[in-house]
């Protein structure tokens, strides 16, 4: 129920309202622009970093989003010197750049084990390569999944 607020806060509420929707569509839906989101990170060594993630849940509610990723990954050691992201993306269609802040909390372990034990073989494969994700190889498939 939208609450009674001046006009422009109204369609504030109903942005709000809009940018969950389309969270929730990038979930479900491939071609959605919210499925490959751009997230930022700021490395331990204070520069930043971006890289496009898959957006693997969005729950209005709790204003919590999920991503899937290789602890492995130079995504994890940057999270954990500064537990804040942005997840950016420029929706065409809908004319809407969206800037999400977020607090990142990392998840593994018997935390995730429900949620693990859902994720197809195939998409497994995404995760704990040799050598790690971001590391140099000499050979474009020079890599074990
Ligand atoms: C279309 C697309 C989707 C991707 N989805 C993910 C993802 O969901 N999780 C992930 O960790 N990396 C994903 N990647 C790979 C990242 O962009 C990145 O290259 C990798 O995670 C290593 O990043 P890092 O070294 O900054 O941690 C995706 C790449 C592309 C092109």
Redesign the pocket.
């Known amino acids: 129920m939208t609450p009674d607020l001046h006009p422009w806060a109204a369609d504030l509420y109903d942005l709000y309202a809009q940018v969950w929707t389309r969270l929730v569509r990038g979930v479900r839906d491939r071609r959605a622009p919210m499925r490959?989101p751009t997230l930022a990170t700021v490395t331990p060594d204070g520069k930043p970093?971006a890289?496009?993630?898959?957006l693997r849940a969005a729950d209005k509610t709790t204003g919590t989003l999920d991503?899937?990723?290789?602890l492995q990954?130079?995504?994890v050691a940057d999270l954990r010197a500064t537990p804040f992201a942005v997840l950016h993306v420029w929706d065409t269609g809908a004319h809407l750049q969206m800037r999400l802040e977020a607090t990142v909390t990392i998840l593994t372990g018997p935390d995730v084990a429900a949620l693990w034990a859902g994720v197809p073989d195939a998409s497994r494969q995404s995760y704990g390569s040799l050598p790690a994700?971001?590391q140099p190889i000499q050979q474009a498939l020079d890599y074990a999944k």
Not at 51 to 54: E, G, I, L, P
Not at 67 to 70: A, V
């Open positions: 490959h970093q890289r496009t993630v898959v991503i899937h990723t290789d990954s130079s995504k994700p971001g």
